[in-house]
């Protein structure tokens, strides 16, 4: 008898009952203003975390089926899944429903990543954000902005006064470069405008007037089309197991001319992680706001290093911004 139970104690120690099982709930009184059925949302939450777990126990594919979620957010999820597994940290999960441009959203739910190979070498400790639709549909999964950023952005007040509008940016941010670590071509395609430029920039370092004890710095810019950018990062996708991307150090300005108010720069600093090549430096966005309440759309990307040759670092004068740009 006592064998008996031994090896019983083993069986759960081993399987631990509802061990992956996570539940989601919204922070009282967060969501009493929304039109859709809080405990339908709190369910699919409740199942998409809880599959998650499940799925990296068992080293598999997420199951989606059964989840109220739009099939694009569905492959979107499952493309990263491709790439990166993680998991849910807490058993329970308790965050205020925000609203932003489009619908909702759900912050900090906390989960580890689960590299697939040894060449990530990332933070593990992230947080997700989960995107719903004004019906109540999940519409898409995302790591978020460390707080750092998050604040700075959430805080910008004197340039974008209305918080849901500043929530929009944060989202459309995340959501940006959540597509290069999706390898989202599509939406890549879509986030930008079919005559957008798109600016690469190295710095040189050369001789004055040919004295070779006085040097300078020199930085030369390519340009080239959308399509050329987006074949270019298809045969990076292609070849590289995972392409991870964080921002950072982000800056919002709006353009203050009449008429053009619509218009956002944004400056970050971006550092690029593949399985085959690694790099920092500054990224800027040019984009537009729409009136009818679509996403905004990219017109500029530029990258540039964020040190000269010599290992100093990049001179504010010398980073592109929206002064650098004439907007029609």
Not at 63 to 70: Q, R
Not at 211 to 236: P, W
Request: proline fraction near 3%.
């Amino acid at each position: 008898m006592k064998r008996i139970v031994f090896n019983l104690f083993l069986i759960l120690m081993c399987f631990p009952l509802n061990a992956q099982s996570v539940k989601f709930y919204f922070e009282t009184g967060t969501a009493d203003y929304v039109s859709f059925s809080k405990q339908s949302v709190e369910t699919s939450i409740t199942k998409l975390l809880t599959e998650i777990n499940r799925a990296h126990q068992r080293g598999s594919g997420l199951n989606l089926d059964n989840i109220n979620m739009e099939e694009n957010a569905k492959v979107k999820l499952k493309n990263f899944w491709s790439n990166m597994h993680f998991s849910c940290e807490d058993n329970e999960n308790i965050e205020k429903c925000l609203q932003d441009a489009q619908g909702y959203q759900v912050r900090n739910i906390p989960v580890t990543l689960h590299p697939l190979d040894n060449t990530y070498h990332g933070s593990l400790e992230k947080t997700i954000v989960i995107s719903l639709s004004k019906r109540g549909q999940i519409t898409g999964v995302r790591t978020a902005l460390d707080r750092h950023d998050y604040k700075k952005v959430m805080e910008t007040g004197r340039v974008v006064t209305d918080e849901r509008q500043r929530r929009e940016i944060l989202k459309f941010v995340e959501d940006f470069r959540c597509y290069y670590n999706e390898k989202d071509i599509a939406s890549l395609r879509r986030v930008f405008s079919n005559d957008a430029i798109i600016i690469t920039g190295s710095v040189i370092t050369t001789r004055v007037g040919g004295d070779v004890n006085a040097m300078t710095n020199k930085i030369v810019y390519k340009q080239s089309t959308k399509e050329e950018y987006l074949n270019r990062l298809k045969g990076i996708f292609d070849r590289n197991k995972f392409v991870d991307v964080t921002f950072d150090d982000i800056s919002v300005k709006r353009n203050g001319a009449t008429g053009k108010e619509r218009f956002y720069g944004v400056t970050l600093k971006q550092k690029w992680h593949t399985s085959r090549y690694s790099d920092e430096g500054y990224v800027f966005l040019l984009w537009e706001f729409k009136d009818d309440g679509e996403p905004p759309v990219i017109h500029v990307r530029a990258w540039q290093p964020d040190k000269y040759p010599d290992g100093s670092p990049m001179k504010q004068e010398d980073i592109l911004d929206m002064n650098d740009f004439f907007i029609p």
